[in-house]
């Protein structure tokens, strides 16, 4: 009987960093890529209306989105409040499709790392944005990131930031034991390969208000179910550049 020849799968090479980002934008295999604002960025909108600092969405003012993806939330605040707007991204495919989408808005956009410093000039915006961004730099790019944002806001604009958190998640207890990254606190992301930090709530704080007020927070649930692990927790932090 003729033997069966024997065939050897080829690993697929996984790709990190821009490059991982490109193939999502172009062809998503890992994430949920959407092209609708955050509702966690319209809940805040509405919380600074009600506050009465209608003046942070004013028509023509600006807003910079650090790791703004496909513009998507730039994209929202231009249609909905009439706001200027400054993007960057790691990803060239995020960028150019953003470009698309928004061709009659004045929103300018570049294609750079949130580590590198923001070409932005100093109290230009009222309005920044760091949403699930920072935690994929190292400390030193946290600490810059944080600085570049408040040198670029007015006084008494704000900062938007949304990250994961760290307490009581059972997925980030489970990465950071098995797959542990370069500093405390952070892990090697088991699809991306590259390193992601988590803080705690009191971390956060504390972070933020190095530089910022912080004036709300808003926590995920629902993250377990009978002990097990289910979606990821993040935070929401509302911070405002002190007049």
């Known amino acids: 009987m003729p033997m069966k020849p024997n065939f050897v799968r080829k690993k697929k090479r996984k790709v990190h960093g821009p490059t991982f980002w490109d193939q999502e934008y172009t062809n998503p295999s890992h994430l949920k890529l959407s092209d609708k604002e955050s509702e966690d960025l319209a ?3 509405r919380w600074v209306i009600r506050r009465g600092r209608g003046d942070v969405l004013a028509q023509q003012a600006s807003v910079l989105d650090a790791g703004c993806g496909n513009g998507r939330n730039l ?12 993007g960057f991204d790691i990803s060239s495919a995020a960028i150019a499709q953003a470009k698309i989408a ?8 570049d294609v750079r790392s949130a580590a590198d410093p923001i070409l932005a000039e100093d109290e230009s915006q009222s309005l920044a944005l760091d949403m699930m961004t920072s935690h994929f730099l190292d400390k030193k790019g946290r600490e810059q990131l944080r600085d ?4 670029t806001l007015v006084p008494g604009g704000y ?6 958190l760290k307490d009581k998640d059972l997925h980030t207890a489970r990465l950071i034991k098995e797959k542990p990254g370069p500093e405390e606190g952070s892990y090697i992301h088991p699809v991306m390969g590259v390193a992601e930090y988590v803080y705690s709530e009191e971390e956060l704080t ?6 910022f007020i912080v004036r709300k927070i808003y926590r995920s649930h629902k993250h377990a179910f009978k002990g097990r692990a289910r979606k990821r927790r993040t935070i929401s932090i509302y911070a405002e550049k002190d007049y």
């Open 206 to 211: 504390a972070f933020l208000s190095e530089k």
């Open 148 to 151: 570049e944002l408040y040198r």
């Open 159 to 164: 900062l938007f930031m949304k990250t994961f």
């Open 43 to 45: 809940k805040f909108t």
């Open 102 to 109: 928004s061709k009659d808005l004045d929103i300018r956009y």
């Open 75 to 86: 994209i929202y605040l231009a249609h909905e409040y009439k706001m200027k707007g400054v």
